[in-house]
């Protein structure tokens, strides 16, 4: 059983990755089939099978292609700055390109530490990555905490946290995006564990008393 288990989690580990990246390239050029197909009607009368998946693959090199040019970069600086001069679009597409950039780019993340915060209930608990601090009028921090979404990490939403009701892991950034966005099929929650007993003995300790 131990074999089998060993095999059943590697064979998870090279499965999961594979199919969450065939997923979001099939979604991706969905999207662009169902823009493009009109236009190769529009062209040669009917629609032509899959021409979408060519023609995203070509629209997302020439994108690229542009991108890496001169112009293309002046001409994105200035379409990023009429869309981070739009309120929600600049939440929108902001936040999108951050996590996308940590996430596809390799790009090291903007998250300081990462911290254990209790949600959706009591007793419940989700992985938070701390973006910023303010220091409170009596003392303290309070904690600028993302909780991303998964297993998609292009989601997620915003705590503001007083640091004394978190727990800081003993894990890095990378580790803990690698815990969420596998959905927990990958990587390790030992910290967590580590955390909690650590949280419960001196509970323990402290109704002893």
Same mark, same amino acid.
């Given at each position: 059983m131990a074999f089998l288990r060993g095999l059943l989690i590697r064979g998870l580990l090279v499965t999961v990755p594979i199919l969450v990246t065939f997923a979001l390239l099939r979604w991706v050029f969905r999207v662009l089939d169902s823009v493009l197909q009109p236009v190769f009607r529009l062209l040669f009368g009917n629609a032509v099978p899959g021409a979408g998946l060519v023609g995203g693959l070509v629209v997302i090199l020439m994108v690229g292609l542009v991108a890496n040019t001169w112009l293309g970069h002046k001409i994105l600086?200035?379409?990023e700055s009429v869309l981070f001069r739009t309120p929600l679009l600049r939440t929108i597409y902001g936040g999108t390109k951050q996590v996308v950039e940590v996430v596809l780019g390799g790009r090291q993340a903007p998250f300081r530490r990462v911290v254990l915060v209790e949600w959706p209930r009591r007793g419940a608990y989700a992985l938070g990555f701390v973006t910023g601090e303010e220091?409170?009028?009596r003392g303290g921090l309070l904690l600028k905490v993302f909780v991303i979404s998964s297993p998609n990490p292009t989601t997620g939403f915003l705590m503001l946290v007083p640091e004394d009701q978190t727990r800081r892991l003993e894990i890095s950034v990378d580790e803990a995006l690698t815990l969420v966005v596998?959905? &927990?099929?990958a990587g390790s929650a030992q910290?967590?564990?580590?955390?909690l007993a650590g949280h419960q003995g001196r509970e323990e300790r402290s &109704?002893?008393?």
């Amino acid at each position: 059983m131990a074999f089998l288990r060993g095999l059943l989690i590697r064979g998870l580990l090279v499965t999961v990755p594979i199919l969450v990246t065939f997923a979001l390239l099939r979604w991706v050029f969905r999207v662009l089939d169902s823009v493009l197909q009109p236009v190769f009607r529009l062209l040669f009368g009917n629609a032509v099978p899959g021409a979408g998946l060519v023609g995203g693959l070509v629209v997302i090199l020439m994108v690229g292609l542009v991108a890496n040019t001169w112009l293309g970069h002046k001409i994105l600086a200035l379409l990023e700055s009429v869309l981070f001069r739009t309120p929600l679009l600049r939440t929108i597409y902001g936040g999108t390109k951050q996590v996308v950039e940590v996430v596809l780019g390799g790009r090291q993340a903007p998250f300081r530490r990462v911290v254990l915060v209790e949600w959706p209930r009591r007793g419940a608990y989700a992985l938070g990555f701390v973006t910023g601090e303010e220091a409170l009028p009596r003392g303290g921090l309070l904690l600028k905490v993302f909780v991303i979404s998964s297993p998609n990490p292009t989601t997620g939403f915003l705590m503001l946290v007083p640091e004394d009701q978190t727990r800081r892991l003993e894990i890095s950034v990378d580790e803990a995006l690698t815990l969420v966005v596998s959905g &927990g099929l990958a990587g390790s929650a030992q910290a967590v564990v580590q955390a909690l007993a650590g949280h419960q003995g001196r509970e323990e300790r402290s &109704g002893a008393r």
